[in-house]
C-alpha cells in the first residue's frame, strides 16, 4: 500500500507540473505511430536535386516544418502573458514581412537576373517594417485598450492587401541559388537550414529570460496590471514591447517562409498559422487570459502541433479536414486546463486514496 500511494504522489505531481499535457500528447502521438507505422521514424540519408547530401524522412519534416511555429510560439507567447489576448495577425504579418524582403532583393524587376541589395539587408529591412506593425498593434493593445484579438483583427484583414500592394501585385522570384539555402539546405549540411535558425531564436530567447528581467515583468503585467504599476513597473510600454517582439519573430519566420521557394503567394503564405502559434501556446499549458508562462512548454507544443498535423498528412487526412482535428485537441486542451476539471481530477484521486487507505486499516 505505501507504494500505491508513494506511486499516486508521483503521477499526481507530475500531472500538476505545467509542460506534462504537451509531453502527454507528444507521448501519445509517439505510440500511436509506432504501432501505425514503425517506419515514420526511419531517417536516412538522401540526395537533393543538386546532389547534396540531406537528409530524410518524416522526423525531419517534422522538425524543418515547426521551425517557423517554434519561432512564433515565442512571440505569441509573451504577448498573450502580458496582454492577456492573442495576436491573430501574425500571419499577414508574414505575408508583409516577406513581401518586403522580396522588394528590397527584386527592386522593381520581379525577376531580376541579380540581386539589388544583400539578403542580410533584405532580412533587416523585413524586420524593421514587422516590428513597426507589431508595435502598432501594440499600441492600440496597450495604450488605447483593445481586446488584443480586435486590435490584431485590423493587420489580419489588411495585411495580405499591404503584402500584394508592396510588390505592385507582382509575385517577384529570385533566382539567386543562396537565397533559398536559408529555407532549405546549405550545400554540405544535411539538416534543414531552418532547425538551425529556429534553434538560434530559441537559445537567445531563453539567455533573455533567463539574464533580463523581460519574462518577470511580462508575467507581473500579465497577473495584475495595476499590482505591477503600484510596484513601479510601466505595465503598457511592458505590453507593447511584447508585441515588438512578436513582430520580431513575424519577420524571422516571414523570411523562412520565402526563402522556402525564393517567391510568394500572397493569399496562401503562412494561412492559418495564427491559430497553430496559439494552440503551441494553449497545448503548452499556459494560460490564455495571461500571467505566468513556461516558454518551454509553448515551444515543444508548437513541434507537437507540427507531429499531429505530419501524422495527419501520413495517413492522407484531406487538408480541409485539419482544422477540424486541430478543433478537437483545442476543446480537450480547454477542458484539461480548465481549473474545475483538474480539481475534479484531484479530488478523484485524494478519495480514491482514502478509500484505499480505509481498506488498508479494515484489513489489519
Known amino acids: 500500500m505505501p507504494s500505491e500511494n508513494k506511486f499516486t504522489n508521483v503521477l499526481m ?16 502521438l509517439v505510440i500511436f505511430n509506432l504501432v501505425a507505422d514503425p517506419s515514420f521514424f526511419k531517417i536516412s540519408l538522401g540526395h537533393n536535386s543538386d546532389g547534396f547530401p540531406v537528409l530524410t524522412g518524416y522526423l525531419i519534416t517534422i522538425i524543418d516544418n515547426a521551425s517557423e511555429l517554434a519561432i512564433l510560439a515565442i512571440g505569441m507567447t509573451l504577448v498573450t502573458a502580458a496582454s492577456g489576448g492573442q495576436d491573430i495577425s501574425v500571419g499577414a504579418g508574414i505575408a508583409i514581412a516577406g513581401s518586403v ?16 541589395a544583400p539578403i542580410f539587408v533584405a532580412f533587416l529591412v523585413s524586420c524593421i517594417v514587422a516590428m513597426l506593425f ?10 488605447f485598450k483593445i481586446q488584443p484579438m480586435v ?39 544535411p539538416v534543414p537550414t531552418p ?47 511584447t508585441y515588438v517582439i512578436m513582430g520580431l519573430c513575424v519577420a524571422v519566420a516571414g523570411f523562412i517562409k520565402v526563402c522556402r521557394i525564393s517567391s ?35 515551444i515543444l507544443g508548437a ?40 480539481e475534479k481530477v484531484s479530488h478523484f484521486y485524494r478519495s480514491l486514496a482514502a478509500k484505499k487507505a480505509a481498506q488498508a486499516q479494515r484489513g489489519n
Open 134 to 143: 507589431g508595435g502598432f498593434n501594440g499600441m492600440l493593445v496597450s495604450y
Open 303 to 342: 513541434y507537437v502541433i507540427q507531429f499531429l498535423t505530419t501524422t495527419l498528412f501520413k495517413f492522407n487526412v484531406a487538408s480541409t479536414a485539419l482544422p477540424a482535428y486541430k478543433a478537437i485537441v483545442v476543446i480537450i486542451l480547454v477542458v484539461i486546463s480548465a481549473p474545475v476539471f483538474r
Open 101 to 116: 524582403v522580396l522588394r528590397v532583393l527584386c527592386g522593381t524587376d520581379a525577376r531580376p537576373e541579380t540581386l539589388q
Open 195 to 241: 532547425v538551425f535558425i529556429a534553434a538560434i531564436c530559441i537559445a537567445i530567447t531563453m539567455l533573455v529570460l533567463k539574464f533580463t528581467t523581460l519574462g518577470l515583468y511580462t508575467q507581473s503585467v500579465g497577473i495584475n496590471s495595476s499590482s505591477s504599476r503600484l510596484n513601479g513597473l510601466d505595465p503598457q510600454m511592458i505590453k507593447f514591447i
Open 13 to 28: 505531481g507530475l500531472v500538476k507540473k505545467q509542460i506534462f499535457i504537451p509531453f502527454a500528447a507528444l507521448l501519445i
Open 151 to 189: 486590435a490584431t483583427l485590423i493587420l489580419f484583414t489588411a495585411g495580405r492587401s499591404i503584402a500584394a500592394w508592396i510588390n505592385n501585385n507582382a509575385l517577384p522570384i529570385v533566382s539567386d541559388p543562396s537565397f533559398g539555402y536559408f529555407g532549405n539546405f546549405i550545400p554540405g549540411i
Open 264 to 298: 510568394i503567394n500572397y493569399s496562401v503564405i503562412a494561412k492559418d498559422i495564427e491559430m497553430d502559434a496559439i494552440l503551441a501556446v494553449a497545448l503548452g499549458g499556459n494560460a490564455l487570459s495571461g500571467g505566468k508562462f513556461n516558454m518551454w512548454a509553448s
